[in-house]
């Protein structure tokens, strides 16, 4: 989508390696999300950040950590990437949710 | 607590047969409701969304949704679909505003057969 990018669209890596994927936005939005989406689970948050410096956890969090030291770039890190966490990943960007979501086009991460 | 039902995770349906895809929600509070779209390998685009006012609301590529509150329903409705619209949809609330947060329903994969 226009404004949001995540990078790298595709990973392969190996089990027990740090992994981070980056979610770059232009449109100076205060709210930023990861999610991840796996087969008959829908779309799952994993962290998301309201401003620079401040992040929550959200429901499935467990091994991930994120970080948010400028507006526009919001980093997912798997500390220790796990066969579980194969998946793709979802970063999105709102200034509100009155307004939903915009949504980057996704990582497909996959741990070998 | 609010949580997003979709009552069917895969719908068939002819091209130029209508559809609709079911969404109930439960919520406390007042709410926001929306429907995105994911096309196969792409990120999800907003379709429509109900913040208040009229309850049939109008989004883009066709599609509508009524919002009703004594069902606590946001179907989502077609009358003529097309090849293209084979996707997976999804429901979304937030609890009004000031919330800063979507609660997603587990996606309904609409699959159109020629």
């Known amino acids: 989508d226009a404004g949001i990018t995540q990078s790298p669209r595709h990973k392969v890596t190996e089990t027990g390696t740090p992994v981070t994927l980056r979610c770059h936005q232009t449109?100076?939005?205060?709210?930023m999300y990861w999610y991840r989406q796996d087969p008959g689970h829908g779309l799952r948050l994993i962290h998301y950040?309201?401003?620079?410096?401040?992040?929550d956890k959200g429901e499935v969090s467990d091994g991930y950590s994120v970080s948010r030291s400028k507006t526009e770039d919001f980093l997912l890190t798997l500390e220790s990437a796990t066969s579980s966490q194969t998946s793709v990943y979802f970063c999105?960007?709102?200034?509100?949710?009155?307004?939903?979501?915009?949504f980057g086009s996704g990582t497909r991460l996959t741990v070998v | 607590a609010q949580s997003v039902t979709q009552l069917d995770s895969q719908v068939p349906v002819f091209e130029e047969a209508p559809v609709e895809l079911r969404c109930n929600y439960s919520?406390?509070?007042?709410?926001?409701l929306f429907w995105y779209v994911q096309y196969p390998n792409q990120g999800l685009q907003l379709l429509l969304k109900?913040?208040?006012?009229?309850?049939l609301v109008k989004g883009i590529n066709g599609f509508e949704a009524e919002f009703n509150k004594s069902q606590t329903s946001f179907h989502l409705r077609k009358p003529s679909v097309h090849i293209s619209d084979t996707a997976e949809y999804f429901c979304?609330?937030?609890?009004?505003?000031?919330?800063?947060?979507?609660?997603f329903g587990k996606g309904t994969k609409l699959s159109v057969i020629p």
């Open positions: 919520s406390s509070v007042s709410v926001y």
């Open positions: 950040s309201y401003g620079v410096k401040d992040t």
């Open positions: 449109e100076n939005h205060r709210y």
């Open positions: 979304a609330l937030s609890s009004g505003a000031g919330s800063y947060q979507l609660t």
């Open positions: 109900y913040l208040s006012g009229s309850t």
């Open positions: 999105a960007i709102s200034v509100g949710a009155d307004y939903g979501y915009t």
